[in-house]
């Protein structure tokens, strides 16, 4: 969403605080343009009130989310506090304001959905294919190995390159949100399916002989292909629940957790930057939650 050009004085500092959030900050662009729209539209509909971000008060930008109840869900209107807030923020910082209007913000709570995860009989159900006379296939077992292995975001995998694997330690280096990199382990069966598959991708080098998953048309393997890829061994596997890589990524995380309990080593492993972020992604249960705090807590161990 692009302000018109009665808007322009608005527009030069957006364009700033973007540029600063992709050269400075490494945000994808899919994140910029979510800032681009929100603050787009605050702009839009705040105009006739003041003539610059830097005239708007906490008021009026309260009274502007509460207007935008009813047209927003909880959701969006939460996107839209953060994304003023950052860009406050970054005017502070610039030394166009001394206080950030938008820090004290209400917006309404909601309820985030709990991620779903497969049980670990559906995910060794799922990589349970032959792969011996399919290259794809192979390819594709690879794919679907790494993201139940090291718990990779999408965008991670289809990042990855040759160089990132460190294999005389089973080790991988992503590069996550933010451009922040992390080194991950590589469970077995992920090794021996990546190395199957690096027998035969000689076929598909094109335009890109570093990237590690490779397409049919010799470039690097795309989102959207790897989405298909899934999906279609879903289906041919016989599960019952729509799959996609995040519910890989999730069920790594569930499954991990479930095992150690350590929920900051769980943490680190998905790279986020918030523990809350993690508990929520994991959505440990009662009864796991008791079960640690049982086994843990010096006034509750059993004897």
Not at 207 to 212: C, I, K, S
């Amino acid at each position: 969403m692009t302000l018109p050009a009665e808007l322009d004085h608005w527009q030069a500092d957006l364009s700033a605080f973007l540029a600063y959030l992709k050269h400075e900050r490494g945000y994808s662009d899919k994140t910029l343009s979510s800032y681009q729209l929100q603050l787009s539209a605050v702009a839009s509909q705040v105009a006739e009130q003041a003539n610059h971000w830097v005239e708007l008060t906490e008021t009026q930008l309260q009274l502007h989310i509460s207007s935008c109840r009813k047209s927003l869900k909880a959701r969006s209107l939460a996107l839209r506090v953060a994304s003023l807030r950052s860009f406050y923020r970054y005017l502070v910082q610039q030394g166009k304001l001394k206080e950030n209007p938008a820090s004290y913000l209400q917006v309404p709570k909601f309820d985030k959905p709990l991620p779903k995860n497969l049980d670990v009989d559906q995910v060794n159900h799922l990589l349970d294919f032959d792969t011996s006379e399919d290259a794809l296939a192979c390819r594709d077992k690879a794919i679907l190995e790494l993201f139940y292995s090291s718990g990779l975001r999408l965008d991670e995998l289809v990042s990855a390159n040759l160089q990132d694997i460190d294999w005389s330690e089973a080790l991988i280096r992503v590069r996550g949100k933010g451009n922040k990199q992390r080194v991950l382990p590589i469970g077995r069966m992920a090794v021996a399916a990546i190395k199957d598959w690096l027998k035969v991708r000689s076929a598909y080098v094109g335009t890109e002989p570093e990237a590690l998953f490779l397409s049919k048309q010799k470039n690097r393997i795309s989102n959207r292909q790897v989405q298909q890829r899934v999906k279609l061994w879903s289906e041919r596997q016989g599960l019952a629940q729509h799959l996609h890589p995040h519910m890989l990524r999730h069920s790594f995380a569930t499954h991990m957790l479930e095992s150690s309990s350590d929920l900051r080593a769980v943490q680190e492993l998905l790279g986020h930057a918030n523990l809350n972020t993690t508990q929520v992604y994991t959505h440990l249960d009662f009864q796991q939650l008791a079960k640690v705090y049982d086994n843990a807590h010096p006034r509750a161990k059993k004897k």
